[in-house]
């Protein structure tokens, strides 16, 4: 009897603490699943009188798509710069024997994570100013890649590591030179490393703010990150229709890549994250 | 937020035993030391550029009277220490620090940490649409752009038509004015929980099912499983996640874009009170002094990691750092 309360007690408990979770990480996301499709998008989120004409309104917004536009470029220039370094640097740091290899990995590690956008924008705004990249996205560009390259190497470096040497080896017997192993065999063979570190490299750049903010003058070159806070701090009032249907948009990318990469390779932890 | 490292570990075949092979040795590809330093070059030169060289930049800049603008911005004046003593006697750090205090400790150490593992060891046994629909949740919250999901908690908290006002029946209420940094707490919290739930999820999949199932047959209460069969398998995570939560949290920005450290200055965080001297006001050799003490604070909780995980990944442990 007393067991039968105490175990009845105890499902209540838990039946109460699910929901309390739910509803605590569900309430400020009802929003943005409700205004964009509602006629009247009010601030607080009610069901929909079901619409499209917010996204009409988004695309006669001069400066939206092409703040998605601005998004990518730099997404993209960040990935594509960060894979190409970190998979040359862990190539060769894997395979060759340099002295102090691990100290200095070790420190590169470090200073990543102490060097932060935030603990930095001092000298990184200067740097950015001196070198003329104030207003230009290779300049974003650049910094980013300075901040995610040392985390990216240490990542590549798992995967090259993993790979059998014997692959090589054989390419070499046939007469391959360096390079073309490195392009016909290691790439192959870490293809998922490469994936991996360039779909983490999209989602930091993609949802950065303050690199952006910081370095970036002129609205036309504005990430959407950046862009959508112009859209309700100037004019007073904030763009209900604008805002809502431009978030959806925003956050799709980021969603439908976590989808894709969970399928794919497993969202869990292994290993050490950041190791 | 580094991403799962799954180093797929490739079916190695046997490697061949001729006589050839084995004098390539480590360089199996044939790179050659000067092969390999330009391979590396590219990195590092990127690395050193953009991520030492401001680092080292903070140093001297912390030193000097630069100002964005006007006579000390062309020809900054060499001060010492002056900086770092005005920092430190400056009334407005200490509320600033005193308010990253409250943020770190109260979202990140405490509000993350306790939440991530609640439901962690709620989900534990667990499978079904509502696992699948808290854990989704949870991590939509951690995945979505910052800006998209500061708005959104802007729209919660509006005073006028605000959905929480809505649902509490307490219009006009307006929480973003009177508790800024008890909102930004709370925003944390629904934004970080993410990391602790998915670190412990994976963590308390590695306690041996036969100790809970021999504390359930003992008769132990939940708090007592937790204690004694629970918290000894999982204390390196634990530490783990305190750290890596600490240092995110501390260097986060995003509370500026829901309250931009208002009103007065009274969700002014560390981060923001470093942009707001340093790019708002433009006294950059002061903005930089600020930036070498976070610097500073970052060092520490860092090295600590390094320290814990390298004790962890010690032989003994390698079952355990490998989860």
Known sequence: MNAAVREALRRIGLATFVSAVLGFFALPLLWLAFAPFDANPGIAASPPEFTLHNFKVLMDNPYALASLRNSVLLAAGTAALVVTAAALAAYALSRVRVPGRDALLYVLLLLSSIITGTAAMVPVFLLAFNLHLIDSRLGVVLVLTGGLLPAAIFLLKDFTDATPASYEEAARVFGASPLQILRHVVVPVIRPGLATVAVWTVAQVWGDFLMPFLLLRNPDKAPASVIMYTFYTEGGQPDLALISTFSLLYSLPVVLMYLFVSRRYGFRFHGGIKR | ?323
Request: aromatic letters at 10%.
């Open chain 2, 1 to 323: 937020m580094a991403p799962p490292t799954s180093p797929r570990a490739e079916a190695a075949p046997p490697r061949a035993a001729s006589p050839r092979a084995a004098s390539f040795g480590e360089d199996a590809a044939g790179l050659g030391r000067a092969r390999a330093a330009a391979f590396t070059a590219p990195a590092l030169i990127l690395v050193a550029v953009f991520l030492v060289f401001p680092a080292l930049w903070t140093l001297y800049l912390g030193t000097t009277d630069y100002r964005l603008t006007g006579i000390a911005a062309s020809d900054p004046r060499f001060v010492g220490a002056d900086n770092y003593r005005d920092v430190l006697g400056d009334g407005e750090f200490h509320r600033s620090l005193w308010l990253t205090l409250q943020f770190v400790v109260g979202s990140a150490v405490v509000g993350q940490t306790l939440l991530g593992f609640a439901i962690a060891w709620v989900m534990r046994d667990r499978s079904g649409p509502v696992r699948r629909l808290v854990e989704g949740l949870v991590l939509l919250a951690w995945i979505l752009p910052s800006s998209v999901i500061a708005f959104l908690w802007i729209a919660l908290l509006d005073r006028d038509g605000g959905t929480l006002n809505a649902l509490l029946g307490t219009p006009g209420t307006a929480w973003l004015l009177d508790h800024p940094m008890a909102c930004v707490v709370v925003f944390n919290v629904w934004r970080g929980t993410a990391f602790s739930m998915m670190l412990y999820g994976a963590a308390l999949g590695n306690v041996p099912p036969s100790h809970l199932e021999t504390a359930r047959l003992a008769g132990a209460s939940t708090w007592q499983t937790l204690r004694d069969a629970v918290l000894p398998r999982i204390r390196g995570h634990v530490l783990t996640s305190l750290l890596l939560v600490s240092l995110w949290t501390f260097n986060d920005f995003t509370p500026f874009l829901i309250t931009a450290g208002g009103p007065d200055g009274r969700s002014e965080i560390m981060s923001v009170y470093v942009y707001r001297t340093a790019l708002g006001d433009g006294r950059l050799g002061f903005g930089a002094a600020i930036s070498l003490l976070m610097i500073l604070i970052n060092l520490v909780i860092a090295l600590v990691y390094l320290r814990v995980l390298r004790s962890r990944r010690a032989p003994g442990n390698a079952g355990e750092a490998a989860a």
